[in-house]
């Protein structure tokens, strides 16, 4: 009797202890409101400012909202600005725990100064589109393909798709990058991306242990048990590049410590023929267009021109 109490709290515990780490690693609790004052990972309060200040003007232009079906049946959502008839569409996916307003409020309104058709995607478990659980790419790849699908069907299979992310979103776009595609994505930009979903959970984890070996089996079955998720290790970006069909382009900051460059290198040495990458001295992460808008801005202007 004893024992049979003892295994039975041990499981509450565990079960206890799985839920805390889904939670804390998974489990998304932006629904609702986008809140585009979310501090994203800076210690620059003036760079802070002035990319709140950016995001507010993006959410002051006129959009629609528009809306597609996830393979596994979740409503997507994403904001619509439109500029021209059959002008190319930019499909622009944001980070981790990010917004679309906040993480392309200088992107997002490049894009449509540049005549483009732009979608700011809600990624899964944010704000208005379905479901409560981050996946880190693993999910989210086959709902750019299905935002992707959407464009093609709403503004015709001749119309130019391009398809942006940073951070978690452009671990996304690049790990979209082997699926069935419609023959109308010509380009992927990607700032910042993460290797695989597994390498940053545990580059995360590492800042709170140090044996993220002995953490991981609890964070790989939390997912499994909370998130009906398997974290399969062989569904990385780098391995996704390896078979892509479009040109990618990759952009770092130097001094990014959430996710560090070489996970980006990585993903550009699968496949150098179709994958270009640039890096930005100084930069943390996600704000590489801060440190060298100039530079910023013709890296990506020059990828369109030649790719798109």
């Not at 760079?47 to 993006?58: G, Y």
């Not at 930019?90 to 540049?114: K, P, T, W």
């Not at 382009?249 to 990458?277: T, Y």
């Amino acid at each position: 009797m004893v024992f049979a109490i003892i295994i039975i709290v041990l499981l509450i515990a565990l079960l206890a202890g799985l839920f805390a780490l889904y939670h804390k690693s998974f489990y998304s609790p932006y629904r609702g409101v986008e809140e585009i004052k979310t501090k994203p990972f800076l210690d620059d309060n003036n760079r802070f400012n002035e990319i709140i200040r950016q995001a507010t003007l993006l959410s002051e232009i006129p959009c629609t909202r528009v809306h597609t079906r996830s393979y596994d049946g979740l409503q997507l959502t994403g904001r619509y600005y439109h500029r021209a008839e059959n002008a190319p569409v930019c499909i622009c996916f944001h980070g981790y725990r990010g917004s679309a307003l906040r993480d392309f409020s200088v992107m997002g309104q490049f894009l449509q100064n540049e005549g483009y058709n732009v979608i700011l995607v809600d990624q899964r478990a944010h704000f208005k589109s379905g479901g409560h659980t981050i996946t880190y790419g693993i999910r989210e790849r086959r709902d750019a393909l299905s935002w992707a699908e959407y464009a093609a069907r709403r503004f015709g299979k001749d119309t130019p798709i391009y398809l942006f992310g940073i951070s978690m979103g452009g671990a996304v776009v690049t790990m979209a990058s082997d699926l069935a595609l419609p023959d109308n994505v010509r380009l992927i930009c990607a700032d910042c991306p993460y290797s695989s979903p597994k390498d940053i959970i545990c580059h995360v984890v590492r800042w709170s242990v140090k044996n993220d070996k002995l953490v991981w089996p609890f964070i790989w079955l939390s997912a499994l048990v909370y998130g009906h998720l398997i974290i399969r290790k062989e569904i990385t970006a780098a391995n996704a590049v390896k078979n892509a069909k479009v040109p990618i382009l990759l952009i770092h900051g130097e001094d990014d410590a959430f996710v560090p460059p070489e996970m980006s290198a990585e993903i550009a040495a699968a496949n150098p023929q179709l994958v270009e990458r640039h890096t930005f001295p100084n930069a943390v992460h996600g704000v590489s267009y801060f440190s060298d808008p100039d530079r910023y801005i013709g890296i990506v202007r020059d990828f369109i021109k030649r790719h798109g």
